[in-house]
């Protein structure tokens, strides 16, 4: 089977994150008060392939593991959508 | 009411995604096939405040055109989660 596959990526609690600083401190300098906590994470989203939902989702953990993610400091969420029979 | 909103920042279909392609071809390097259609976008996540559910998720657009996304090459979803009354 081919699915798409979603996943987070974010850095895990108690990491600095300055891009979501920069974020919060520019927003009420543009008019938008009333906000806080700011993240910033990636999303990379593929169709992948393999025998069924449970081994896809495995292998692309394991790329989460071996590439896409920093596991040391992010943490991520494997999510597969539209699976899609055939292909 | 404050709420934690989740905005998914993503190339418009066609633009470019070097950052896609290098994952693409690094995987079957990894030993990890059966992957195509790689796109990586942002995910911004905060706790934001305002009268109700639909001023919140406007202003929010808002500050995605003014300052989080670049609307010329960038799509974004607005997605309310855990609306939390109070505060």
Known sequence: MR???TVLIRLKEGILDPQGKAIEESLPALGYGG???????KVIEMIAEGADAAEIE????AMCDALLANPVIEDYEVELTAAREGG
């Open 3 to 5: 699915s798409k596959v």
């Open 35 to 41: 906000v806080e906590s700011v993240k910033v994470g």
């Open 58 to 61: 495995s292998r692309v953990r």
